[in-house]
């Protein structure tokens, strides 16, 4: 398993070699530094810590600064964990860019979907409303009925009604990786992505080849 993380720079369009014009994402991914590793015999499990976005020493804490320090890589804004094989070979501080992915192969992209603030149940959960006619002149968007009076008596846990919506961590499975570009550190994939513009992602080999 192979990943980095990255920041959304927004969409585009690429043509294919068959002359297809398909929907692309940029996202600038890399470079990032291996910044500890998590093996089975001392953490339980197999992964790398990877840092991304160098930053001024002063925006971290202390204990931060000398968590990198141990490793010998600069001040990082983000740390994410990406599980990988035992016996795949990373090092603490190692530098990984886009060129550890190839164009074709298929990527998990993980981030945060756009915050929809307060939503009702029609924007939230693609509920139809109520009649708009028959005497009913104010529940136009309402949710209805959310259950019975006296069994159960209560309002059932987990009921679709109105909320916070977005702002969720979102995994996108699957996602072609159509072009790469080492020079500028930027990996194309097919599709949307994810969040808003900057925003934070993730890009893993896909689980599912």
Do not use: W
Not at 11 to 28: A, C, I, S
Not at 97 to 105: A, L, P, R
């Amino acid at each position: 398993m192979k990943g980095l993380i990255g920041r959304k720079l927004g969409m585009t369009q690429f043509f294919t070699d068959k002359g297809e014009l398909v929907p692309v994402t940029l996202v600038e991914a890399g470079p990032c530094y291996v910044t500890q590793r998590k093996t089975v015999e001392g953490d339980g499990y197999s992964a790398i810590q990877v840092g991304f976005e160098p930053v001024r020493q002063r925006r971290l804490a202390k204990g931060e600064l000398g968590h990198l320090k141990k490793v010998n890589v600069p001040a990082l804004r983000h740390l994410r964990e990406i599980r990988v094989g035992s016996d795949e070979a990373y090092q603490p501080g190692q530098v990984l860019d886009v060129s550890i992915f190839k164009t074709g192969e298929r990527v998990d992209v993980i981030g945060t979907s756009k915050g929809r603030g307060f939503a009702g149940g029609v924007r939230r959960h693609g509920f139809h409303g109520g009649p708009k006619t028959h005497g009913q002149s104010d529940r136009h968007r309402g949710p209805g009925s959310i259950g019975a009076g006296t069994s159960p008596g209560r309002v059932l846990k987990g009921l679709r009604m109105a909320g916070h919506m977005g702002a969720d961590r979102v995994t996108v499975s699957g996602l072609e990786v159509v072009f790469v570009d080492r020079d500028r550190n930027i990996i194309g994939v097919r599709g949307a992505v994810p969040g808003a513009t900057q925003g934070l992602l993730v890009i893993k080999e896909a689980r599912k080849q």
